[in-house]
């Protein structure tokens, strides 16, 4: 065959030239206004940690960051977004543990999250807490096991919805607890608390931050948190673990941009994230909102978060929970 040196020494000054501009954009990175999509409304957990990761990166970097809150289809809609933007590092993405259970839990995704998102840095390590209404005559861990299995099919656990935290959460305790508790769906966590303290459901597993406001109030009671150690905000709240050995449970949230982004910012990006989290400023605004700075490299978060789906991923097959 003959070989058409012209077209391949063009070929190669091509990728050469691709090679160079990118080595350079990552140099100069960053030199304009960037944004990061959040695939939840404004006010939602994800969106404080994402708006407290942006504000300390734009001020690091000498660069606006403007967050987008593009909701809908649990942040599929932002993610399809991010993984279909130009590689260069000025659209970022809010991950977290909806990302890695959407793999499972979705049946028609048009992108593979694990191959097509660049994990950049870690925010935040999320804790849950089991909650049930301060009406219900238990107020342990043990106290509720025993309490379902003399009722098994008439305690009611809430969720916010299929695949959520709170019902993934739930799942893992019914399995490891062998107690028969129903299920009942709700469109987030506000509808189910109010359920909850109206006593028309009997247990939730919440997000910390979600529900601490709750709980300080008196209007719910912590049975444990989700976490293997106990949580500064609620020290006197037992790890479910305490009861129910083994059991654990928890989030996080961080920071992604499409593949193939040049290393070189990706890392520059990391550095940023990891200097802010052993700031003390803001790891004290974390703190309040029971959250753990969750610093490492990309590929620490890389590993964790194909762990992480993997577990996550026996669950909902064991529960048989499937969104088209």
Do not use: C
């Amino acid at each position: 065959m003959k070989v058409d040196r012209r077209k391949v020494l063009s070929i190669a000054m091509g990728a050469a030239l691709t090679a160079r501009t990118r080595v350079a954009h990552a140099q100069t990175f960053p030199s304009r206004p960037m944004r990061m999509l959040v695939g939840f409304a404004a006010g939602s957990g994800v969106d404080i940690s994402a708006r407290l990761a942006a504000q300390w990166l734009s001020a690091h970097l000498g660069q606006p960051i403007v967050v987008e809150n593009r909701p809908g289809a649990s942040a599929n809609l932002a993610t399809e977004a991010v993984v279909r933007a130009p590689p260069d590092g000025y659209t970022l993405l809010a991950i977290g543990t909806f990302n890695a259970v959407n793999t499972t839990l979705y049946r028609h995704l048009t992108f593979d999250f694990l191959r097509d998102i660049a994990p950049v840095a870690g925010i935040a390590r999320t804790a849950g807490v089991m909650i049930v209404s301060p009406s219900l005559p238990v107020r342990t861990v043990a106290e509720f096991i025993a309490y379902a299995k003399e009722r098994p099919g008439k305690v009611n656990l809430a969720s916010a919805g299929p695949g959520s935290s709170a019902s993934l959460y739930g799942e893992l305790f019914k399995s490891m607890a062998g107690v028969d508790l129903v299920s009942v769906s709700y469109r987030g966590s506000t509808p189910a608390q109010s359920d909850l303290m109206g006593g028309q459901v009997h247990v939730m597993f919440d997000v910390v931050s979600s529900a601490l406001g709750l709980i300080k109030a008196g209007k719910l009671r912590p049975l444990g948190v989700t976490t293997t150690s106990r949580l500064a905000v609620l020290p006197d709240v037992p790890a479910v673990a305490e009861s129910l050995p083994g059991y654990e449970a928890s989030g996080w949230q961080g920071i992604g941009a499409p593949r193939n982004t040049p290393v070189a910012i990706i890392d520059a990006l990391n550095k940023s994230m990891n200097a802010g989290l052993a700031d003390p400023t803001l790891k004290t605004r974390l703190g309040d909102l029971g959250i753990e700075p969750f610093p490492g490299s990309p590929a620490e978060l890389s590993a964790y978060i194909a762990d992480y789906t993997a577990k996550w991923g026996k669950v909902i097959r064991a529960a048989n929970i499937r969104l088209d």
